[in-house]
T-cell receptor, first 111, second 115 residues
Framework: AQSVTQLGSHVSVSEGALVLLRCNYSSSVPPYLFWYVQYPNQGLQLLLKYTSAATLVKGINGFEAEFKKSETSFHLTKPSAHMSDAAEYFCAVRGAQKLVFGQGTRLTINP | EADIYQTPRYLVIGTGKKITLECSQTMGHDKMYWYQQDPGMELHLIHYSYGVNSTEKGDLSSESTVSRIRTEHFPLTLESARPSHTSQYLC??????????????FGEGSRLTVL
């Protein structure tokens, strides 16, 4: 069965600092991996996805993620945080008939 | 911009009331889903559908029921709401299995509070 684990339920960074949100996956087949973002009082929006092409995936709003098979990781990064990045971020892996989500990481940006 | 809509966005009701959360999508997607989301927790799949007249229970047991009479419409019903049903309910849709990369399109959610 597929699963993901997000390390850290809450991450706080200063505006302009590097954002790093960690996700490790478990999958018995080559995984399809996703990062979704949820802004307050909104649904989830796809940030980026890995579907077995390039290991470095670029998404919206300056985010990117790197698939590392040897580390079973798919960490999300952004070089310079902006106040508008404050949100909940979910890592997910494609399972049978559904997406399996992690617990989420709440990102806070300090001015 | 996602073309999937949920109503109501917020609902506060008393115990024992019957409620229906509406979800509609205009993308022609065959697959639709209901997820339940509690603060600080992962999203739990409670129902999904492959198409008209198809409904399946998800991983998390739920007292709610769903129906799929039209492709674009996937309502969720609670016959008798209880405080334990207080949560956010997210509806989503996706393309057919054969073309499915796993990407879901989400509505904005319905936040239910049962007093």
């Amino acid at each position: 069965a597929q699963s993901v684990t997000q390390l850290g339920s809450h991450v706080s960074v200063s505006e302009g600092a590097l954002v790093l949100l960690r996700c490790n996956y478990s999958s018995s087949v080559p995984p399809y991996l996703f990062w979704y973002v949820q802004y307050p009082n909104q649904g989830l929006q796809l940030l980026l996805k890995y579907t077995s092409a390039a290991t470095l995936v670029k998404g919206i709003n300056g985010f990117e993620a790197e698939f590392k098979k040897s580390e079973t990781s798919f960490h999300l990064t952004k070089p310079s945080a902006h106040m508008s990045d404050a949100a909940e971020y979910f890592c997910a892996v494609r399972g049978a008939q559904k997406l399996v989500f992690g617990q989420g990481t709440r990102l806070t940006i300090n001015p | 911009e996602a073309d999937i809509y949920q109503t109501p966005r917020y609902l506060v009701i008393g115990t024992g009331k019957k409620i229906t959360l509406e979800c509609s999508q205009t993308m022609g997607h065959d697959k639709m889903y209901w997820y339940q989301q509690d603060p600080g927790m992962e999203l739990h799949l409670i129902h999904y559908s492959y198409g008209v007249n198809s409904t399946e229970k998800g991983d998390l047991s739920s007292e709610s029921t769903v129906s799929r009479i039209r492709t674009e419409h996937f309502p969720l019903t609670l016959e008798s709401a209880r405080p334990s049903h207080t949560s956010q309910y997210l509806c989503a849709s996706s393309e057919l299995e054969g073309a499915w990369t796993g990407e879901l399109f989400f509505g904005e959610g319905s936040r239910l509070t049962v007093l």
